[in-house]
């Protein structure tokens, strides 16, 4: 079987706050996605920065869909704590009111702490904070929200997944950033076909060489993030590739980043949305033939 995954964005209209929304108000987009391929996606991603809320509307309305949320928790922004001061209880207080809004809607979900942090590009990355205190910081948000909903008697509504991105082009090893086998159940690679020289091996084959020496072979791995742009030349090859490099390495599926990103002024940001681009969807359908989508499973229980 296949974790089908997708980030998959909708437009939110205002609603009285307080008041519960309709069924389906934040996952227009996941909806859509669904009927594009023709399956539903077991997995969806909702981001959320440092400070705010829990995303307890998405995380209902996707598993009404059939759909696990990984909430990719993101310390960035202006008045965002550093990885330091994370890792020293000085968010704490927000940490834990965090931990009390997973509780109501008692749906399961994956939380990302920091996804990427190997990369330059957010505040917390490579050149921005010294490993040693991502893994600190990592280590407390799991013990701190995992304290808390034992507490509440709802500690097995959540897993953890680590989400570092793939050795390609300048983007540096994640291994110093490991946090542990304990703390994590989930790894994410995250990685995208930019060029016409991109596949699978280029992009994912010498991190997953390293995750495979370093990690224990309980925890599965999944591709966290990726999406075969239309500058590679040959979208549906790609796709094809990418599905092989899936089984090829055992890996237990992937989240596809379904989002126009081509006006954004960086050369690494292209149209990836699978609607926009016919032939890649039809590739797409194509490789999903062929699987068995798969339902999201918890790994591991920490009641």
Known sequence: GLLLGTYAPSKIPPFPPGKEPPAGTFTKGLKLFDGEVGVHATLTVQYTLWGKNFPAWYVID?????????VELEPRG????????????KSDAWLKKFAGEIVPPRDHFILSFAPEMNGAWYQYGSGHAPPRDYIMAFQHVHDVLL???????A????????QPSAIHINTPNPVPYWPGAQYVDEIGLDGYYFFPSDNFHVIFGETLKLFREMAPPNIPILIGE???G?????QAADIKDLFNGIHRNHLIGL??????????????????????????????KAELASWQIASYLKQNSHS
């Open 62 to 70: 996707a598993a009404r869909l059939g759909a696990e949320t990984v």
């Open 78 to 89: 202006k008045g965002a704590p550093s990885l330091a001061q994370i890792a020293a209880g």
């Open 147 to 153: 304290k808390y909903l034992k507490q509440a008697g």
């Open 155 to 162: 500690a097995n509504l959540i897993s953890f997944m680590w």
């Open 226 to 228: 990726t999406a075969v």
């Open 230 to 234: 239309p500058r590679t030349g040959h």
């Open 255 to 284: 989240i596809w980043f379904d989002k126009n990103q081509h006006r954004y002024p960086f050369k690494y940001h292209q149209d990836w949305n699978l609607r926009d681009n016919p032939a890649a969807l039809a590739g797409f």
